[in-house]
């Protein structure tokens, strides 16, 4: 199987199951013609985020690495009444295009986005938060789950975007820091008695990658 045939069966699931979405269009637009990285995550993928903070009745959202805000209008949506999702991003012009993004979605009253590095900006944060969504810089993943555990609440979720990247997470020997984080993170999830956690790989129109799922038990 190649990438053309994850392309074509991405958009067959999203014409289907998420269809044309105003906000969600134009936030890509706007990031498109401010020069951002194409490294939102995939329609299919917002929609799964979004389902899975409301399985879990998320009240209160953690996430890191806005870009243009693609992935926090989807998980802002799953919040109810009363909500909030904070959104850390260390580029200041990601953050402003974010910003119009979260504004055009009808989601500034519920979202906060927070410029700054996120090892410099988790320590203003009070918690607990009951999801969190980890897609920033992957070398510091372990830092971010290691605070995620520390200010979570049992059953609080943890999502970890791209731990697979086309297999390389399984290179002992990488020098990669995005693959070096990313197995540190592996190995803190399997010795860290406080969760349980899997990682699933996936394929689609972000190419082949995967998502870690980890739960606090306690
Ligand atoms: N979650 C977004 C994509 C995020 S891309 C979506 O799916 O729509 C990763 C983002 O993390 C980029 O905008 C990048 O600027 C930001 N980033 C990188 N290093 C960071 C850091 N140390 N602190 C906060 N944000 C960071
Ligand atoms: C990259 C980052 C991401 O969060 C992603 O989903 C895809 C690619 C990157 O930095 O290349
Ligand atoms: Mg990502």
């Not at 979405?21 to 134009?26: C, I, R």
């Not at 009951?130 to 605070?147: G, M």
């Amino acid at each position: 199987m190649t990438q053309r045939v994850w392309n074509d069966v991405d958009d067959y699931i999203a014409g289907l199951l998420v269809g044309d979405d105003e906000a969600l269009d134009k936030a890509l637009e706007r990031s498109d013609k401010a020069g951002l990285p194409q490294i939102s995550v995939s329609p299919n993928h917002g929609k799964m985020l979004n389902l899975i903070a409301r399985i879990h009745g998320a009240r209160t959202i953690l996430e890191i690495g806005t870009l243009a805000g693609y992935s926090t209008i989807w998980l802002a949506r799953a919040l109810p009444e009363g909500g909030r999702l904070i959104t850390l991003e260390a580029d200041p012009h990601h953050a402003q295009v974010a910003t119009e993004n979260i504004a055009a979605a009808g989601l500034a009253d519920r979202v906060e986005v927070r410029v700054g590095k996120a090892l410099d900006t988790l320590p203003t944060l009070d918690g607990p938060f009951d999801l969190f969504f980890i897609d920033a810089d992957k070398s510091n993943n372990p830092n971010y789950v290691r605070w995620a555990i520390d200010h979570s609440r049992p059953g609080s979720v943890i999502i970890v975007d791209n731990v697979v990247r086309n297999g390389l997470v399984i290179d002992a020997n990488s020098t990669d820091a995005s693959v070096v984080g990313t197995r540190e993170l592996g190995a803190l999830l399997a010795a860290e008695t406080r969760v349980s956690a899997t990682m699933v790989q996936t394929v689609g129109s972000k190419g082949y990658d995967g998502f870690a799922l980890v739960v606090v038990d306690g």
